[in-house]
C-alpha cells in the first residue's frame, strides 16, 4: 500500500482495459494463492534459488526504458512489462519463504519477479472488497447486489472485508519491507512527476476488456434503480399545486397580496382549473379588490357550473358590491339551497334598495330615499365603492327635495360620476338637471346636448333639452309682454310656463313672482299675494318673492301686515338699507291708518269730487238710517260717521293726508 501511493510516473502511458486486465489478473492470481497456499510456498523457493545467479545481470524484457532502481520499486511500468511476457501468475509466499526472502541472497534476479508484490499490493483495490477468495465469490447471488442485502448479511460481509483488508495489509508491509531491505540505498533518482492514482473500479469499461467479457471477468449486475438518482422534472400540474399550497398559507398569514401571486402562477400553468380562480377571487375580496374577485369567479363558476362553493362566493361578491338582485338569482342556483344566515346580507339589502325605488317613482320625500340608501350602503363590502346606479338614485333625491344645498349636493353627486368617466350621459344629465333646477338654464342646455353626443338616443337628455328650450321660449315672451306693460298677455304668458315642469321649484317660483306682479298691476292684490306666497313655499330663500308679498300688503292698505313682512326681510338680510326705508314708510301708514279714514267711510277714491262725495253720502244714509236698522245696535253709529264723512269731505278747507 505505501509503495503504491508514492509511485513515480512511468514514460508509458497504459490505456484503462490494460489496467483494469491487470487489475483482473492479479486479483485472480490472488485468489488462487489463497487457495494453494503449499503450492505457493514451494513455487516461491524454487524461483528465489533459480533468480540468484542472474540477479546482478538481469534486464526487463519491456522495451521502455525502466527509471533507476529506488526504495519504493512500484511502478506502473513494471506493470507494462509484466503485461507484455505472459506468464503463470505469481504464488503468494508463505511464511517460511518470506523469511528466506528477507536475506540478499534471496533477491529476486529479474524484475519479472520483483514485481511481484506490486501485483499482490494492488489486489487491495480490488472491485470485489467483499470476495477474499475465489470460493466466496460463486456464493454471491450476480442477480443481487450487496446494497440490497438484509442488513445481517451487510454486516456480516463487512466484518469478512475488515479481516481481509487487515491481512492484506500485513502481507503487504512484510513485501515491503523485503525489498527495502534487500535493495540497498542508492543516490536518489533524477526527479519525475508523480503519476496520479487510478482505481481500476473507475474504468469506464467496468470491468469489461476490448468490449467483450469474459467469465473471470465478469462483475456483480448493477443495482436496482429503485429511484431516479437525479430529481425528476416535476409536472405543471404539480408546480400549480405547490404555487396553491403557498398561496393558501400566505392567504392564511393575511398576506393576500403573496397570495393573489401564487394564484396567478397556478393559474398561468393551469389556466382550466377553476379552484385556483376561485381561490384567486378570495383573495381578491380579502385585499378589497372585488372587481378583479368577480372577474375571477364567473370564470370559475363558467368551468364548474354546479359547484355550490363558487356559487356562494359568487354571490357574496355580488352582495359585497351592491348587487342584491344578481346575489339572489345567485342564492337560488346553489343546491343544496345556502343558509338563512348565508342570504341575510343580499334579503336586507334588496329591501331597502326597493324601498329606494319606489319612493322615488312615487315622488314622495326625497329624505325617505336618502334613509332607504343610507342603510343598503351599510351592506356593502368593506372598502367596495358605492354602486353607480345607487349614486344617480341619491342625486335625484336631491333633486326632488329642491332647495340650494339639496341642489348643490345633487351637483356633487354628477361629479363624482364624471370623475370617473367623463362621457357618462346619465351623470351629464343630473348635473344638467341641477343647473337647470337653480335657474341656469344655459349651461343646463349645454351639458343635455354633450349627453346626446355620447348616446344620441339618451331619451331623458332629449326630454329635459327640450323642457328646457320650451320654458326660456315662454319665459322671455311673457317678459316681452311685462316690459311693453301687456299686464295680462304677460299673466297668460307665465301662467301657461308653470305647467310645462311643476317639477322645477326654482324655475316655479321666478315665474309666480313675475306673475304676482302682474296682478298688482291690474290692482288683484289679494291673487298677487297668494302667487307670492306660493313661490316663497317652492324657495324660502326667494328674497325678491318676499319683497313682492310686502309690496303687495301695502298697496291693499294692509299696513300691518306689509310693516310684519319688511321686518322679517330685514331679519334675513341686514344689510339691505332699502328694508329699512320701507320700515318706516309702512310704519308711517299704519299710524295714519289708525285714524278715521273719512274717504274710506264713504267709499271713494282720495280724488273723488264733490258731486261724488254727495252721491255716496245719500246712498250710505240711506242704507245705514236707524229707522231702518231698529235691531242693529251699530246702525246709529255708521250713520253718524257717514255725515261726519260728508261734512268733514264737504268742507272746502279740509285737506287729506295724502
Known amino acids: 500500500m505505501k509503495g503504491l501511493f508514492n509511485s513515480k510516473k512511468s514514460p508509458k502511458k497504459h490505456s484503462p482495459a490494460d ?12 485468489q488462487s494463492h489463497q487457495s494453494h497456499p503449499s503450492h505457493q510456498s514451494h513455487q516461491n523457493l524454487t524461483s528465489s534459488s533459480q533468480a540468484q545467479p542472474n540477479s546482478a545481470n538481469s534486464e526487463p524484457s519491456s522495451p521502455v526504458k525502466q527509471p533507476q532502481p529506488h526504495p519504493q520499486p512500484h511502478t506502473h511500468t513494471q506493470s507494462s512489462s509484466s503485461s507484455t511476457a505472459p506468464r503463470p501468475p505469481p504464488k503468494k509466499p508463505s511464511s517460511s519463504s518470506s523469511s528466506s526472502a528477507a536475506r540478499p541472497s534471496a533477491r529476486p534476479a529479474s524484475p519479472a519477479q520483483r514485481e511481484q508484490p506490486k501485483s499482490r499490493s494492488s489486489r487491495s483495490f480490488g472491485r470485489h472488497s467483499t470476495d ?66 487510478s482505481v481500476p473500479i473507475s474504468s469506464p469499461t467496468n470491468g469489461v476488456k476490448n468490449g467483450s467479457p469474459t467469465k473471470e471477468e465478469e462483475g456483480p449486475a448493477p443495482p436496482p434503480h429503485r429511484s431516479n438518482p437525479s430529481s425528476p422534472v416535476p409536472t405543471d400540474a404539480e408546480e400549480a399545486e405547490l404555487h396553491k399550497a403557498d398561496g393558501n398559507k400566505a392567504f392564511k398569514q393575511k398576506d393576500y397580496k403573496r397570495a393573489i401571486a401564487e394564484y396567478t402562477s397556478a393559474i398561468q400553468l393551469m389556466p382550466d382549473e377553476p379552484t385556483y380562480l376561485s381561490n384567486r377571487a378570495a383573495a381578491n375580496m380579502s385585499d378589497a379588490r372585488y372587481g378583479a374577485a368577480l372577474d375571477d369567479c364567473l370564470q370559475a363558476v363558467k368551468l364548474d357550473p354546479t359547484n355550490p362553493k363558487f356559487l356562494l362566493r359568487l354571490a357574496r361578491i355580488y352582495t359585497a358590491l351592491g348587487r342584491p338582485e344578481e346575489a339572489m338569482t345567485t342564492f337560488a342556483r346553489i343546491h343544496p339551497p345556502a343558509s338563512a344566515k348565508d342570504m341575510a346580507a343580499a334579503k336586507e339589502m334588496q329591501h331597502h334598495f326597493r324601498a329606494a325605488q319606489d319612493a322615488l317613482e312615487r315622488g314622495t320625500s326625497g329624505s325617505m330615499v336618502l334613509h332607504a340608501l343610507d ?14 346606479k345607487w349614486q344617480l338614485m341619491r342625486g335625484n333625491a336631491y333633486l326632488k327635495m329642491g332647495g340650494m344645498n339639496a341642489l348643490g349636493e345633487a ?20 348635473r344638467g338637471r341641477a343647473l337647470y333646477a337653480q335657474g341656469e338654464n344655459d349651461k343646463a342646455v349645454q351639458h343635455f346636448r354633450k349627453a346626446l353626443s355620447c348616446d344620441p338616443d339618451f331619451k331623458d337628455a332629449v326630454k329635459w333639452l327640450r323642457t328646457v328650450q320650451k320654458l326660456d321660449r315662454m319665459k ?39 306673475r304676482a306682479l302682474c296682478r298688482l298691476k291690474l290692482k288683484q292684490y289679494d291673487v298677487a299675494i297668494a302667487d307670492c306666497e306660493r313661490a316663497i313655499s317652492l324657495d324660502s330663500t326667494y328674497m325678491k318673492a318676499r319683497k313682492t308679498k310686502a309690496n303687495a300688503f301695502g298697496q291693499a292698505e294692509r299696513w300691518e301686515d306689509a310693516v310684519r313682512e319688511w321686518k322679517s326681510l330685514q331679519e334675513l338680510d341686514p344689510e339691505d338699507r332699502t328694508i329699512a326705508k320701507e320700515i318706516r314708510k309702512a310704519e308711517l301708514e299704519l299710524k295714519k291708518s289708525q285714524r278715521k279714514d273719512y274717504y274710506k267711510i264713504l267709499g271713494v277714491a282720495k280724488d273723488a269730487d264733490d258731486a261724488t262725495i254727495k252721491k255716496a253720502y245719500r246712498k250710505l244714509a240711506i242704507i245705514h238710517h236707524p229707522d231702518k236698522n231698529r235691531d242693529d245696535a251699530a246702525a246709529a253709529e255708521r250713520f253718524k260717521d257717514i255725515g261726519e264723512a260728508y261734512e268733514t269731505l264737504s268742507d272746502p278747507q279740509y285737506v287729506p293726508n295724502m
Open 132 to 197: 477474499p477468495g475465489s470460493s466466496r465469490r460463486h456464493k454471491i447471488d450476480p442477480n443481487t447486489h450487496p446494497l440490497n442485502l438484509p442488513p445481517e448479511e451487510i454486516k456480516r460481509l463487512s466484518r469478512l472485508s475488515a479481516s481481509a483488508m487487515s491481512t492484506r495489509s500485513s502481507i503487504d508491509k512484510m513485501d515491503v519491507d523485503k525489498e527495502n531491505s534487500a535493495v540497498p540505498p542508492s543516490s536518489p533518482p533524477a526527479p519525475q512527476q508523480q503519476s496520479s492514482f
Open 411 to 430: 351637483q356633487n353627486v354628477a361629479m363624482a360620476i364624471l370623475r370617473q368617466n367623463s362621457q357618462d350621459p346619465e351623470a351629464l344629465v343630473l
Open 19 to 30: 489496467s483494469v486486465d491487470n487489475s483482473q489478473r492479479n486479483n485472480h492470481s490472488y
Open 375 to 388: 342603510q343598503a350602503e351599510k351592506l356593502l363590502g368593506v372598502g367596495a365603492g358605492k354602486p353607480r
Open 476 to 514: 322671455e315672451e311673457g317678459n316681452a309682454d311685462y316690459k311693453a306693460g301687456r299686464w295680462q298677455a304677460a299673466l297668460d304668458k307665465y301662467s301657461a310656463a308653470l305647467e310645462v315642469d311643476p317639477t322645477n321649484r326654482g324655475i316655479n317660483s321666478k315665474l309666480l313672482q313675475n
